[in-house]
């Protein structure tokens, strides 16, 4: 009986390990894979979360197109602001006067009226200064309109080129600063019922963007012939200042010829009469 007690001692008892009793205490059980039930069935909120994560990528994608053409229309807008800066910054530029002859000079004028008076229908000719130092002691100019509340007239002067004639207004903003505004005027002369008839075009010079006319000028910004139209009844009031020179070129058929002079000479301008063929 001692003997059986004693080999029961000596025998080794088997411990379990760490390994197997941690797995025995902790682990769990998993379910069998079930592909239908994993394939055809989800866990219930699933499809929402699905389906909410669908709408915030759309969102997203809208978002994003958004914030692209939000940022390629305030580009654009930038440039076109530069642009509409440079535009009017060029237009209150006013050109260059000093090339013009007899305008800011002191030298005395011929009386321009009784020189075409006393012709009596022959070919005249006077020189740009000529014609400027005219209009500088007859001529007197008034602003009117809007622009009269910061602008004052300052004078008027013609340059003349190869062909036509350019009618700058010069005028004087607040103390010291000056803007331009020319017009280009062409002439031809056409005959109606029997008698000839002076036209007058506002345009002149290179075209402006292909074969648009050029009308003239805004300060250093050329102006289409249409818009520059608006001008026309400033003309029109010049006209009405000298009646009797008016009268002589309809009597006679004075058609003007322009030709521009050398670098450091004058243009000239030419009264050409109708003569019937």
Not at 2 to 11: E, G, I, L, S, T
Not at 14 to 39: C, I, Q, V, Y
Not at 160 to 178: F, K, P, S, T, W
Not at 194 to 204: C, D, I, Q, S
Request: glycine share 10%.
């Amino acid at each position: 009986m001692a003997a059986m007690q004693n080999r029961k001692r000596k025998r080794r008892v088997k411990r379990p390990d760490t390994a197997s009793l941690w797995g025995f205490l902790f682990h769990r059980e998993t379910p069998p894979n079930d592909m239908t039930r994993g394939t055809l069935y989800s866990r219930p909120g699933e499809d929402d979360d699905d389906e909410q994560d669908g709408k915030r990528n759309l969102w997203a994608e809208i978002w994003g197109l958004f914030n692209f053409w939000s940022c390629f229309a305030f580009i654009l807008f930038l440039i076109f602001v530069g642009v509409l800066c440079g535009l009017v910054q060029q237009m209150w530029q006013p050109q260059s006067l000093k090339d013009i002859a007899g305008y800011n000079d002191k030298a005395p004028a011929k009386d321009l009226s009784v020189l075409i008076s006393n012709a009596n229908g022959s070919t005249i000719s006077f020189s740009e200064g000529e014609l400027n130092r005219y209009l500088r002691d007859t001529c007197r100019l008034r602003q009117t309109g809007i622009f009269s509340i910061f602008a004052n007239a300052q004078g008027i002067a013609v340059r003349i080129h190869d062909g036509y004639a350019e009618v700058v207004i010069d005028r004087l903003v607040g103390a010291n600063m000056h803007q331009t505004t020319s017009v280009n005027l062409t002439f031809h002369q056409e005959v109606v019922h029997g008698r000839p008839e002076l036209k007058v075009e506002l345009r002149g010079g290179a075209p402006l963007l292909g074969n648009m006319p050029r009308g003239g000028t805004i300060g250093s910004v050329g102006v289409p012939q249409k818009h520059i139209q608006v001008m026309q009844p400033a003309l029109e009031t010049l006209l009405d200042c000298y009646p009797d020179i008016i009268t002589t070129v309809k009597e006679y058929g004075y058609c003007p010829i322009f030709e521009a002079g050398s670098p450091n000479g004058e243009g000239r301008v030419t009264l050409i009469p109708y003569t019937a063929t």
